[in-house]
């Protein structure tokens, strides 16, 4: 068998995100997940995911924000008119390495590990990025160093799959991703962090892919050690006021409690890790 991460992102994001994260780790579906810490109610939520029963070990990291135009608890890494955090293209853009102050996302990241400790006692078991703002190039260094100092136990989610030749025949959004995160996971490996030995998850939530037909081969692709990303959610209106994925939080989350989600793990020979 081999054990894997089943990784829920963007707790804290809404109260029904929240929500349906809690209920599935007690149901035993996840055994990870990263917190928002720019939002408010975060003591409250962190009690909550802290009290909450899993019948697995669970981990808890940091869902590292550095887009998205909500208020950072900082400095957003790049001048923006009304002082929000960017739009993930401007990260990702040719020219953010000229635009993106490094001191500014040291200290945004600082400011977000540092709410993470006040809200758990204690820092991340690992850190990953919203919109997977980590592994943009003109983030990626400085995104490893601020970890590797605050945190050195910790390990940071790199995106690619198992085998470097997967990025040929993958969809373009995995392919992008994956492509970032070979430099990514040759930095952090360079500080001493850890990474995850293969991950899978990401799709085109536009598109019209099932989640209950992604989900199994999500998980089969999946190496030792490997992190697939999910972000089940129950709607509601903080929620729709914050993302555009909205819809999609519920197909997730039906999936994920359902029988189904033993089927696709066992036909995988998979376990939590």
Request: hydrophobic share 45%.
């Amino acid at each position: 068998m081999k054990r894997v991460v089943v990784c829920a992102d963007d707790y804290n994001l809404s109260p029904g995100v929240s929500k349906a994260i809690r209920e599935l780790i007690a149901m035993g579906r996840l055994n990870a997940t990263s917190v928002m810490t720019i939002f408010p109610g975060l003591k409250e939520e962190a009690k909550a995911l802290s009290d909450t029963p899993s019948p697995a070990p669970i981990q808890i990291g940091l869902h590292l924000t550095l887009s998205g135009g909500f208020q950072p608890l900082a400095s957003p890494p790049t001048a923006t008119e009304d002082g929000k955090l960017p739009d993930f293209k401007a990260l990702f853009s040719p020219l953010a390495l000229l635009k993106v102050s490094r001191k500014a996302v040291a200290l945004e990241i600082e400011a977000q590990m540092k709410a993470f400790e006040g809200a758990f006692g204690r820092m991340p078991d690992y850190v990953d990025g919203h919109q997977h703002c980590h592994i943009a190039p003109s983030v990626r260094r400085t995104f490893v160093e601020t970890v590797a100092r605050l945190a050195p136990k910790a390990w940071v989610r790199q995106c690619a799959p198992a085998q470097k030749r997967a990025l040929l025949t993958a969809d373009n959004k995995t392919r992008v991703i994956g492509a970032f995160s070979i430099a990514l996971a040759r930095l952090a490996k360079r500080a001493g962090l850890a990474v995850n030995s293969s991950f899978s998850g990401a799709y085109e939530f536009a598109g019209s892919e099932r989640f209950e037909d992604l989900f199994p081969r999500f998980i089969d692709e999946l190496t030792d050690g490997g992190v697939v990303m999910v972000h089940p959610g129950f709607i509601d209106d903080v929620l729709r006021s914050r993302d555009i994925l909205v819809e999609r939080r519920e197909e997730e989350r039906s999936l994920l409690a359902s029988d189904r989600f033993h089927t696709a793990m066992k036909d995988a020979q998979a376990t939590l890790a």
